[in-house]
T-cell receptor, first 111, second 113 residues
């Protein structure tokens, strides 16, 4: 079993829909959780960052962490065609040097 | 504000040729990383340098070498390229604190024929 599992998609939604992207993980030592967005033929860019359990909101994006279930989510409200990208979850243990990435979920938002 | 700069952006090599991928960051970051990204495989860590003067193997180091030239620069060398090394290569950097995310470069698309 991989440490971080993420459905590769593609996930296709109409413009304006609420999108839910998810990752599960197996190592309870992970403490910091991130979401990266990667447009086609570009490098990943940090989108959201959370520590421990709870929610964090930034505009149309909400990151949620449930450490008891080892489950993290990214919600996108009022999705736009410009949100079409691959979304990668990532997490790290405090004091470690390397992130552990999910394989990414491709999101397609149609006008 | 350049961030992480990778050169070249594209490269085609013949099997057995060597080349060096260059990476430089201007954010005074301590840690630097090299990843490869292949369809269905996600990002896989090749090598990393937690701080200037140190390098460590990642998940897929075979066939690669690295040099942390100074705090700004971290190069990746393919000594004898193989078709299996056809991939998109990303360099990334971070402060070194685990509670900060990585900043990625725009990638090098390498094809080995």
């Amino acid at each position: 079993q991989k440490e971080v599992e993420q459905d590769p998609g593609p996930l296709s939604v109409p413009e304006g829909a609420i999108v839910s992207l998810n990752c599960t993980y197996s190592n309870s030592a992970f403490q910091y959780f991130m979401w990266y967005r990667q447009y086609s033929r570009k490098g990943p860019e940090l989108l959201m960052y959370t520590y421990s359990s709870g929610n964090k909101e930034d505009g149309r994006f909400t990151a949620q962490v449930d450490k008891s279930s080892k489950y993290i989510s990214l919600f996108i409200r009022d999705s736009q065609p410009s949100d079409s990208a691959t979304y990668l979850c990532a997490m790290i243990i405090s004091g470690y040097s390397t992130l552990t990435f999910g394989k990414g979920t491709m999101l397609l938002v149609s006008p | 504000n350049a961030g992480v700069t990778q050169t070249p952006k594209f490269q085609v090599l013949k099997t057995g040729q060597s080349m060096t991928l260059q990476c430089a960051q201007d954010m005074n970051h301590n840690s630097m990383y090299w990843y490869r990204q292949d369809p269905g495989m996600g990002l896989r860590l090749i090598y990393y340098s937690a701080s200037e003067g140190t390098t460590d193997k990642g998940e897929v180091p075979n066939g690669y070498n690295v040099s942390r030239l100074n705090k700004r620069e971290f190069s990746l060398r393919l000594e004898s390229a193989a078709p299996s090394q056809t991939s998109v290569y990303f360099c990334a950097s971070t402060t070194g604190d685990s509670n900060y995310g990585y900043t990625f470069g725009s990638g090098t698309r390498l094809t080995v024929v």
